[in-house]
């Protein structure tokens, strides 16, 4: 890396306390640690974040899904039941920038460390706070994960085929961006910190982030009042926006106006369907929307989807394979991209920040910590120094 396009992590000199475990707290912590913030990852001595055990397999004694979100942290263990180590962290958050935590309701404020104590001791601070159903309301102290909030929310009722029951999104949607919440509000506490020199709270939990992802669905059931219809591939509101069954695979095709339309039946080697007055129209093929997609369905299964991709791809048509991880991670655009990082040390990879600065993807310069192996570094008093 030359010096024109060094690496300068924005977020350099901020110390962030991460109390925090499984997924959404965590990555929050690695986002604002990819962004040059020193990490300092608090764990239970008994074996630490949950989500070191989620295996196997295990790499370096640690589940694929704690390195996905742990990696460029320091690890210290702290007994939270004994006043030596609630005194450790009262002293380490009163020195800090920034603390995350995703403890259960009520935990912090029965060890005196909630938003308003802190920020009494350390008006700087930048304080996040993460729960499953908010910071206010009937359910502020319940309990929920990803499952249950996706349920909850509604998220559910969208997702899945129409003649199907309703289905969970598979990835950890509302963790991951629940992260991406909380280290967006922190980023944002910082600079106003930096006008006004107070820090605040900055509260975030998975139930909003399930209600921003599905605000536009929300929206149309507010003018409609009617439920959005389940989609197996496409959506309610652009059609022709599906996925194909073709002769080795799948493929996933967008002509939704009349334009793309009638450049993809053309191409399929029928245009008298641009022309049918049932379909001649976006209106006319929504009426018509299954007449439609069987006789698609029926011209696509004749060739590949590689075949396919190429054809449409030449007239303009968007379209995209419906890949496996393994097709995705030997595709060329993956690894133009260069996002799949190795952990430092590791025979291991996980996804980098998906966010680039001046070209340059923020770099993985430590893997993940090893448990507690920062408790001298920072002071950390020892079990032997505890009382039970």
Known sequence: MDSKNRWTPPLAGIRVIEISQNIAGPFAGAILGSLGAEIVKVERPDGGDDARKWGPPFIADASPSFHAVNFGKSSVTVDLRTPEGIAWLRQAIRDADVLVHNMRPGAMEELGLDGPAMLAENPRLVYCAV????????????????????????????????????TRVGAPVLDLGTGVWTALGCIAALYRRQATGLGGMVNTSLVETSLGWMNGYYSQFNATGKQPLRHRSGGPLLFIFEAFDTSDSEIVVGAANDRLYVKLVTELGHPEWATDERF???????????????????VFRTASTAEWKDRLEAIGVPCAPVNDFQSLRESPQMSALEIFCKLPGLDHE??????????????????????GADNQRYGVPSAKDSKP
């Open 131 to 166: 729960t499953a159903y908010g910071d206010r309301g009937p359910m502020k102290d319940s309990t929920g994960y990803e499952q249950m909030v996706q349920a909850f929310s509604g998220m559910w009722s969208i997702n899945g085929s129409h003649d199907g029951p309703p």
């Open 350 to 371: 996980v996804v980098g920040l998906p966010v680039s600065f001046d070209g340059i993807r923020p770099p993985i310069e430590r893997a993940t910590p090893v448990l």
């Open 280 to 298: 001649s129209t976006y209106l006319n093929r929504i009426k018509h929307r299954e007449e439609v997609l069987e006789m698609l369905q029926s």
